[in-house]
Each structure stands twice: as structure tokens, then as C-alpha cells.
């Protein structure tokens, strides 16, 4: 295999969709250590830029890509507090720091990360921004001198990124080592702990991963099928990987360890078939759960969603119930083309006989899928898969075994005056990145996650406008007979007199969608201070 | 010689609804009797059962009148249709009738059903009443799902039958779904799934199948081959319309479909080799006299001595009645009477659902959902018609 070669002229140049996302472990003892000692590093996508000789919105060079930068810098300030200073700031060190171990034991080295925040100078003060530096540097502890650590090599591995709404910095002080240390300052005592008494607690804190108010969408949706399966033996699982391989974006890791291959079904790549089944074990009462590795391979099967499950109970005056969920991926990913990237809310969201759910926050997610399985109708569950990975924080009442969100019931996420933003699944995390441009120019959105296309929650929708007088739907799907279609046709209908301006929205480009990264970000809404040039 | 009197409430029993204990026969109505089936059956990639099959005197003559009284019911359609009492499409069974009642000899009600849009007869061997069918028919309020599915749409889920469905080769998947939760709840029982010769060629039966095999399910497939898928006859449609080797590597059997008691064995056959190893394919060599629905003549793609041909040297319903004379278990005139009570059956069932209403216009939205969360829904005038589903 040719080794993987991203870096040209001094930039990083990923292909679309290539997602470079290392962990802690990783990036100190695959890339800085191998770095340091000069050994060839596993592909080649992280370029030596001395990152203080720039200010943090330089470093992106011309990418638009808002994903994590990482660079080969200079160990500056690693061993000292001195501050790294750019043309117009400086990184100030906020005073946590981590340590990093391998975790087969084998390497004696450790990894040490420490957080950074980007100030901007701004004439005689200096201004905290959401530009964040972790900074990793490698050490090794000196038996001879009690295994205090020293730092070893010159290069340091430095992770870029400006905080966004939603994500978390994992450092906080809670999590910090030197817990004594109350100071923004640079504690220099790290180097000369002794090193086993640090071990245990380090260790912990490396390999935990969120806290216990914080799940990813992943999570979520895991654990909302695990809780399921686990309170009624009828439910089970089908669709293609879902079993050995734990599932293509890994959410039904697990499962098939804990309940057995007879209720994780793993099926040939047959949609029509598999989905026919599903529907037909449904009929008989069991409760089957069917993935769709994306939902644009649904359409294979949309005969047996539409024709076999959303319409036998009517059909059949009430006979047949059909109480199956259809889950997996909806909408644009990032690169995979056309075939790969359609949304299908309004499609599903015009049939009767269906529920159609989209989930945005964790909370969504656990709590609609688990009432999705709950449903006797047939339930259209679709997720998004730049969502997984995403963290956000729960209530402990979310955490509940028996936590349920009501289906045809929108959630307000941000309350306004001015404009009702009505979003679902992933544009609703832009239309709060929206709202808060917004906010800057004096304007106050209210934020409105659908998370039901059907049934549309009319009520909320029309509440919202009638105390805001404005209204612009969000969609990612194509703009003709969208949601946002039938979300401006219903608040026109129940509430012309209220609007003080045409209603109006934004969805994706009317082209299938394109590959290339520059015009497949045209093709689709995004949340930017400036309007977009064509 | 006491006959039974017929009584509007006899219409709402069920078949087998005939009672032949109360005629004064010399022989034990239970007693058994062999006969031969008159064609053997043809395996691929398994021994076929035996030609010889076990009956009984009360079975034959029961075979005889549930057969007449499919016929009846499906002729009686017919005149409804063209007095425009019966809309839409209308599928018929006749000439088929055997396929039906020999499958319901060999299972019980544990054991599933399930069949594309020909499946009147069928409804009615799952326990189906007259009246539920032709009200049905008639789109009123006593058809069997309330007059909102119509001829195709017939369902008796506490009997076993999950439909009557429109889309073609789409109940083979929806049958072995069946089959699949007959196997995870471990109920010792099988689907039946049913399909055409104009099904068997679409791809969502190879993808079932494939899964079925893979996963051992009890399914058999049934292929009713009556030779015309619509107007198109099976060697135009088919490369290969030797459907009961198209399972390749599952097992099948050729089956004489005019011959009920050959059914049967091979219903039973099936039966137990699915509970067992998994599915097999049963091809029942059978014939429709009607074309495919009620808008076709029939006669355009086949000719009518081919099909008075048929009639004449296989039908079903003179098979059996020959059985039934030659073992001596009735009459000519008896069975002449019993085609009598037969049609009078369904000409009261007729009248019945005639009397019956349509459904109440508040019947336009109910059964959208199982639960409706109390969601609003809206006919073609929104601001008039809007209603809240319960």
C-alpha cells in the first residue's frame, strides 16, 4: 500500500471526507514518537509549521475545512512557562495539564498535553478567544532521579481549533492533575512528582472518556437500542453489519456479545428482502429494529416501508399493526458523492401511516428511538452521521432506563423574539451557530428542533411565529417539496395575519450533489457570518 | 333423511361449515380410504412423497362442498362486478379452488398464510365468512376490514391469513418475515407464502429465499402456477418456467394443483420438511378459468378450447365428485342438493351484505395509525375536513 501523503507545500491537503481524528494515545506514541526518534509515521498528514510564527486563523492556510488542525511545532514553552507569543496574541497555558500513557506499557515514555488558550491583543489589553491549543510534548521519567520526568525531542504535536457551541474542552480544571494549582500559571511541579503515585489517578483520567452529564449521539442511540432490547425479549435487530462488525458507523457495538446472533440479525446486502422480512415478522408481533446502512439504499425497499407497513393498519381496518422501526444515516456526510447523499424527511414525512422522527442532541436520540420501539406504528428513525460523534450534555433524567422524548412534540432549544428559525438533525446545530451571528447584530432568533417531520409539530411551529412574526425553515434535503415546503404552506395557512415579512427558506442546492469540496459545501446550508460567494 | 336447515346464522359459520354426520351413511365417516393421486409428484433435490394418500369419506364430501362453495362465491362475484356492485379490481380464484382446500387439510390455524390479490378463496379456507367477503367486496361496513381494503385486502390475522396484498412478489418477503417470528417465538409452525408464475420471476423472492435458507426458516413458497402471469404466458416470461427448480439449492416439488388430496400430501410433506430443514418450494400445476381480473376476457393471449379443455378433463370439483361416487360416499342427487344449499348459501350471503351500509364518513381516518397521538389530519378541504386521530 503507498503511504498515505497529505502534505504539500507545507499544507495539509486531505482528500474530501478524509477524517483524520487520532486519539490522545495515538498522537503521542504513533506520531510524536516516532517523529522524535525519526521513525517512518503511519501516513503522512500532519505538516511541520511552527505554529507560533502565525496567529491560529493563518494556520488554516486557504482550507475552509472547520475541522482540527494538527502540526509538528517546536517544543516552545514546554518546559517552562514562558508564553508563546504570534503577530497578534499570545497562547496563554490555562494550567492543567495531562498525562498521556501508553496503554500496553510497553514504552516507558509518556505523553504530556497541555491546553492552551489563544488571547488577541486589542490595544492595551489582551482578549481571551475560542482558539484552543492542545499542545502534546513527550517525556521520560529518570529512575535515577526518583522518575521525575524530562521532556525529550524537539518537536511538540500541536492540535488547533476554535471551540464551538456544544463541545466541550476535556480539560477543564476538574479534570486537571494539578488539582493545587488554582493559578492560570504553568505549574512546573509536573516534572518532579513522583511518578507511581501519579500513575493510578492519570490512568483513570485518560481513559475515561465523557463525564457523566456528556454522551455522544453514538452513545445515545447504543444505548437507547441496548435498554430496549434488554426490557422486551421481541425486540431484535436487522440490517447489514450490524452484528461482527459492530455496526458500519459502530452504533450497534456490543449488542450482538450481549443478546446473540438470533435477535442481531447481520443480512446479505438484499434491502428489498431484508426489509420485506422485517416487515413481515412485524405482522406476526415481533418488533423488529431494521438499519439501513445510509437511507439512500431505503429506496430498494421503500415498497415494502410504504406499501406493507405504513399501509396494513388502515388496510386492514386495524387488523395488521406493523410495529417496526426503520433506522440508520440520512442526508449529506461529507465527500461520498451524490448517490450517497440524499434526505429523505420529505419523502417519508408525506405518507400517511408512518412517523417520521429526526433527531438532533443525544437527548433526541435516546429518548425518540426508545420511543420509536415503544410505537405499535411503523416508525422511520432517521439519524445523521456527522452527528455520532458528537457530544452533548444530558440531564440524569435522560440516563433513565425508562426516558422517553414524545413523538410530534418540537423542542424550543433557543428561545427569541425576533425570527423562528424551525430546523432538524444536523441543521439545527447550524441554526443555533445562526442565531448566535445573529445575536452579535442585534437580532434575537428563536431556535426550533422539530425532531418529528411527521407528525409536524403545526402547533409549536405556528405559536413560535405568532410571537415572532417572521419565520425561515432550514433543511439540508432538496429545496422542491420539502419540509420546509410543507412548514411554510401550514403556518401561512394558520397564521397570515401574524407575519410581518414573506415566509422563507433555506435548504439544499437543487443539484444532485456534487463531490468536490468546494462547491459540495454550496450545496448544502452553512452557518457563516458573510453571505456565501458563488 | 334429516338435512340440515339453513338459517341466516349459517352464514356467519365458517368452513368447513357442512355436517355429513346427520345422513344416515352405512360407513364410519372417519373411516379411511387411499386413493392414488393421478400424477406423481416431481422433486428437485429431494424425494418426493408418496402417490398414495390417506382420506376419509367426511373429507372428501367436506373437499366437495367447500370447493362448490369457493365456485359459488366467485361466480356470484362475477355478476356483482358487472352490475357494478364490486369496483375496482376483482381478482377470481375458480379453477383454483383445489390449491386452497388441500392446503387447509394439511395445517392448522397456527400455521400462516399469506398470498397476493387472487385471494377470496383462500379468506374463506382461513375460517372467512360469506358475509365478511362479499361486504367486503361491496366496500360496506361488515367486510372483513370494514370495507377500507377491498378485494385485495382481505386479512383474518386470528386465523392465520395476513393478506391479500397488491404489489407483486412483495408477500414472498412479507412470508418468510413470517416465518422468521414464527421461528424466534419457537411456535412449531410454518408460512405458507403464495405467488403466481408472473411473481416468480421478481427479485425480492430470491433475495427471501436466500435469507430463508440461510436461516433455516419454515417457510414453504408456494408457486400457484395457473401458466398466465396477467396476459403473458409462462414460457414468454420466463427463461426457465420450471418454477420448482428455481430454488436451486432449496429443494421443490412439482405438484399436480388440480388434485386437492395431492395438495394435501404435498402441504404436509412441506410442512414437515420446513419445520426441520428450512424452506422448499412447491409449484401447483393449476389453471384459472376467468382471465386475470375481472377486466381481462381471457381470451386474447389463450385460446377457449384450451380452457374448456381444462374444464373438462381437471377440473377440481368433478375430480372429487368422481372420487366420491365411485367410493360410494353419496348420491348424484345428493351432491346435487348440496351444490343447491351451496348456492342458496351465497345468494342469502349476498343479500345480507347488500343490506349492510358503507362505512361512516368519520371511517375516512381511522386506523391511520394504531396510536395517534392525537395528531391532526386533514381531508381534501382543510379548513372543512380536519379531524384529530385518536
Redesign the interface.
Known sequence: MDKLNFVRDGGRKLPPGFRFEPTEEEIVFQYLSRKTFSHPLPALVIPEIDVFSMDPWQLAGDSDSEEDMYFFSNAHGCDNESERVTPSGVWKANGSSKKIINSSKRMPIVGIKKSLVFYMRSSTKIVATNWIMHQYCIALPQQEQNNCLVRIGEWSLCRIFMKKGGRQVEDDDANSYSASSSSPNYDPTIFNENFEQGIGAVALRAYSSSSANKMTVRDAINSALDEEMSADPKV?MMGEEVGEYQGAYKITKGLLDKYGP?RV?D??I?E???????????????RPVVEFMTFNFSMQAI??II??AAK??????????V?IVFRGPNGAASGVGAQHSQCYAAWFGSC??L?VLAPYSAEDARGLLKAAIR???PVVFLENELLYGESFPVSAETLDSSFCV???KAKIEREGKDVTIVAYSKMVGFSLQAADILAKEGINAEVINLRSIR?LD?AAINASVRKTNRLVTVEEGFPQHGVGAEICATVV?DSFEYLDAPVQRIAGADVPTPYAANIERMAFPQACASSFPL | MAQLIRRAAALNKSLPAASFAARGLATASTSSITVETSLPFTGHNIDPPSRSVETSPQELLTFFRDMALMRRMEIAADSLYKAKLIRGFCHLYDGQEAVCVGMEAAINRKDCIITAYRDHCIFLGRGGTLLEAFAELMGRKDGCSKGKGGSMHFYKKEGGFYGGHGIVGAQVPLGCGLAFAQKYSKDESVTFAMYGDGAANQGQLFEALNMAALWDLPAILVCENNHYGMGTAEWRAAKSPAYYKRGDYVPGLKVDGMDALAVKQACKFAKEHALKNGPIILEMDTYRYHGHSMSDPGSTYRTRDEISGVRQERDPIERIRKLVLAHDLATEKELKDTEKEVRKEVDEAIAQAKESPMPDPSELFSNVYAKGLGTESFGADRKEVRTVLP
Open positions: 431484535f438470533q440479525v443480512t446479505p438484499t428489498a428482502g431484508f426489509t420485506g422480512i422485517g416487515v413481515g415478522a412485524a405482522y406476526h408481533g415481533l415498497d415494502h406499501n406493507s396494513s393498519n388502515y388496510m386492514s381496518a386495524g387488523q395488521i399493526s410495529p400517511p401511516g412517523k410505537d405499535p406504528d414524545p413523538i410530534g407528525p403545526r395557512e
